[in-house]
């Protein structure tokens, strides 16, 4: 399964947003480090499920949408030379490592300090915090570079092609190769042969860039001056409020709304039965969608997944003239696969003994035979016929 790890400083919110897109119980607080250890959970992207335009009866999605799960990690705070260990420092640096991909939760508003210590509604440049980010993350790298830079060179013995593969060893935790190593190597012209560890800065940074694509979430946004939000869309910051999401989630469990994640409106279920206050603040959660087609919580996550790691949604089937599985089930699995899967990856996907027995797949719309190198497609329904059972 997709893992997603909600990085930053402490205070911007990002156990919120944890909480509001897993309705996992952590606790919430107003001052650094409330997250001790990391906080794991399942979280959701939303796809239009296939059975709204073949008019079948599914059981897995929820008024034409489809809810595929994805691995949630909230990271403990990270502060400034968090790569010294300031704060609670490398191991929560380690803790992005099984990460796809990182969210990374900064306070639009410029309300909170380097440190996640409050200092008022924009008396912060947040962009900093996206930098600070990055820089520690390349730090944390090149300090495990660092640590094993004098065996590569020395077992090098003056050969480039070793130092690469020495390199992309080091790095085989983050799923750096030793092409990675040489493109990163040709881009940057960089001599590895004759440099020192300190211009091997530059080399990290971009082993970061590849194994950590990085969607930068803006939190917040209902208290952010608008000269802060034009600054941070130029630099394609995904705006959310993880607290309005997650008073709508709450109010949607109590059955108070009608609303499922990533709508970009709710409807008060039963008016007469609200308090004031709670009509106060749903008025005001929805002129905040008004203004932002909705909360932006799911529509993060799906960009996450989507857009940085470019992956689609397939259903595999046992049957392809009922869409479903031996058992009648229509559609029972949804699986999220990178762009440029093949039916054989699909296969390997469901079972490594599937994978192995592979003999050829149907495309269950057009009920076509298909090849093994195929390209699928998003919301492609396909049988995988194979010699295992």
């Known amino acids: 399964m997709i893992t997603l790890a909600l990085a930053g400083k402490p205070n911007c919110g990002k156990s919120t947003f944890f909480k509001a897109a897993t309705m996992a119980n952590v606790e919430i607080a107003n001052y650094p480090f409330t997250t001790i250890n990391p906080n794991f959970g399942v979280g959701y992207v ?119 593969a020495g390199i992309a060893e080091t790095f085989t935790g983050l799923g750096i190769t030793m092409e990675d190593v040489r493109d990163i190597e040709l881009e940057l012209k960089i001599d590895l042969i004759h440099a020192s560890i300190d211009d091997l800065i530059p080399l990290c940074a971009e082993i970061v860039k590849i194994s950590k694509p990085m969607l930068v979430i803006g939190n917040k946004i209902d208290e952010t001056p608008e000269a802060l939000r034009t600054k941070l869309a130029a630099a394609k910051v995904a705006f959310v409020s993880a607290a309005s999401e997650l008073a709508l989630r709450n109010a949607a469990g109590a059955h108070i709304i009608q609303y499922l994640p990533g709508d970009e409106e709710f409807k008060i279920a039963n008016e007469g039965s609200l308090t004031a206050p709670q009509k106060a603040g749903l008025a005001k959660i929805a002129e905040l969608m008004k203004q932002n087609h909705g909360t932006g919580v799911q529509q993060a996550i799906n960009r996450a997944v989507y857009e940085l790691l470019d992956m689609i949604v397939v259903y595999p089937v046992e049957d392809e003239n009922h869409y479903c599985n031996k058992q009648g089930d229509v559609l029972p699995d949804a699986f999220l696969m990178k762009k440029g899967s093949t039916p054989h990856d699909l296969a390997f996907q469901v079972h490594t003994d599937i994978g192995k027995g592979f003999l050829y797949a149907v495309d269950a719309r057009s009920k076509m035979r298909i090849k093994e190198n195929h390209v699928l497609k998003d919301g492609d329904i396909i049988k995988i016929v194979s010699a295992a059972k």
């Not at 796809?47 to 990690?73: E, M, Q, S, W, Y």
């Not at 400034?80 to 803790?95: C, E, S």
């Not at 440190?115 to 495990?144: C, Q, R, S």
């Open 46 to 164: 939303r796809t239009k499920c296939p059975c709204h335009d073949l008019k079948l009866t599914c059981t897995h999605c929820v008024d034409g949408n489809r809810f595929v799960a994805v691995n949630l990690i909230d990271v403990a705070g990270l502060v400034p030379d968090a790569h010294k260990g300031k704060g609670l420092g490398n191991q929560f640096l380690d803790n992005l490592r099984q990460a796809d991909a990182i969210l990374h939760v900064i306070d639009a508003s410029g309300g909170t300090d380097s440190e996640g210590n409050p200092v008022g509604v924009g008396n912060h440049d947040p962009a900093e915090d996206i930098k600070f980010l990055i820089y520690e993350m390349t730090m944390w790298v090149h300090g495990i570079l660092d640590k094993h830079w004098t065996r590569i060179s020395r077992q090098s013995q003056g050969k480039g092609s070793a130092i690469e």
